[in-house]
Structures are given as structure tokens and as C-alpha cells.
């Protein structure tokens, strides 16, 4: 069964204190994984898109990876800004998205 | 830039009430999503579509259906509202080629 589990549930931070975000999967035939951001009553916001294993994306201070079994997003040098739920995604072979359930995060200055 | 735009940001109906989500996109993608989110189960699939007229069901289609007459727009039907279909109702669209979903605001639902 496609799974999908996000790592912490909640993670508090101080302006500046760099930190990862988890998302491990199990699907048959991983064919993308995406990041996405949620602000508080709004739609999620599109992140990122990793394919493969090793692969790496960037946007300022967030990157994102990708390994067989999970992919990690990094936050370097937060601000109050970046504080939001941070969605993960994985492709399923019928050509929709399994998401976890999330991680929130919050950076107090 | 993607735009996926929803009817309704906020709703408020009766039990029984027939009910209409309606979601258009402006990028001429060939898919569109409904999904519905919840404190602790997070983003769940209800409906998708590939093309105009068709229709797949996703994980919880129960009490749901789906309409789609023209490419840009999907409609999410409530038959028969009922309270544990209050939920935040969010569309989203991709195309074929590149798989990235892009999402409306939602549309919050309160069914009394």
C-alpha cells in the first residue's frame, strides 16, 4: 500500500536555528515526489519536484532531497516568514498524489 | 502563472442541502483534483479527472460526484450534505507532462 509519513508533526524554531523536515514513502515505482507549503486557510503552494534518488533542489533557504526511501527538507537560517505546514507528496502509478499529513513549523524571532 | 480559482471561499449549508463546488483553471490542463482536508488526516483524494466527461474516484468518494462538461472546469457535488462532510474543499489541476499540481484557495464548508 502507498504510504506516505511526515516528520515531526510540529517543529518550533528560532530565527536562525537551521533545521531538516522528513518525508519517508513506500510506493511501487516512485515516479516524483513534490513539496509543497500551506499557509494558514489558504491552498498549498508548489515547492518542489524530485524524481530521482540523489537529486537536489534549491529555492532560498530551503532545499530539498531525495534518497530511495525518504527525502529531507532542509531549512537553513529560518525567519518568521518561513513558518507554515510543509506538505510532501509522492506520484502514485495511476497518476494522482498519496500526501502526509504534514509538519508545522514555526520560527519565532 | 497557474490559476485554479474556487466559487466559494467559505459556505455554509443545511443537512440535506444539495451542494456545488465549483473549481476553474486557466492553464488548459488535461486533469483536475478534488481533495478535502482535515485536523490530523491531512489531504485526502475524493474525485479526479483526466479529460472532459470523465471521471475516477479517488479514496473517499462516498457522499461525492463529479462533473466535468468543459476542459477548465470541475464541479464537486454533495447529493445529500451531511455534518461529517464539513471540511476545507480544495481543487487542484496538472497536466499531463509535468504531474505538478497546482491548488485553489479552498473553499470551507460548514454543513449545520
Known amino acids: 500500500e502507498d504510504q506516505v509519513t511526515q516528520s515531526p508533526e510540529a517543529l518550533r524554531l528560532q530565527e536562525g536555528e537551521s533545521s531538516s523536515l522528513n518525508c519517508s514513502y513506500t510506493?511501487?515505482?516512485?515516479?516524483?515526489l513534490f513539496w509543497y507549503r500551506q499557509d494558514p486557510g489558504k491552498g498549498p503552494e508548489f515547492l518542489f519536484t524530485?524524481?530521482?534518488a540523489g537529486e537536489e533542489k534549491e529555492k532560498e533557504r530551503l532545499k530539498a532531497t531525495l534518497t530511495k526511501k525518504e527525502s529531507f527538507l532542509h531549512i537553513t537560517a529560518p525567519k518568521p516568514e518561513d513558518s507554515a505546514t510543509y506538505l510532501c507528496a509522492v506520484l502514485r502509478s495511476q497518476g494522482n498524489l498519496i500526501f502526509g499529513k504534514g509538519t508545522k513549523l514555526s520560527v519565532k524571532p | 502563472d497557474v490559476k485554479v480559482t474556487q466559487s466559494s471561499r467559505y459556505l455554509v449549508k443545511r443537512t440535506g442541502e444539495k451542494v456545488f463546488l465549483e473549481c476553474v483553471q486557466d492553464m488548459d490542463h488535461e486533469n483536475m483534483f478534488w481533495y478535502r482536508q482535515d485536523p490530523g488526516l491531512g489531504l485526502r483524494l475524493i474525485y479526479f479527472?483526466?479529460?472532459?466527461?470523465?471521471?475516477e474516484k479517488g479514496d473517499i468518494p462516498e457522499g461525492y460526484s463529479v462533473s466535468r462538461e468543459k476542459k477548465e472546469r470541475f464541479s464537486l457535488i454533495l447529493e445529500s450534505a451531511s455534518t461529517n462532510q464539513t471540511s476545507m474543499y480544495l481543487c487542484a489541476s496538472s497536466s499531463t507532462g509535468a504531474k505538478t499540481q497546482y491548488f485553489g484557495p479552498g473553499t470551507r464548508l460548514l454543513v449545520l
Open positions: 510506493v511501487s515505482g516512485l515516479r516524483g
Open positions: 479527472s483526466y479529460d472532459v466527461k470523465m471521471k
Open positions: 524530485l524524481y530521482s
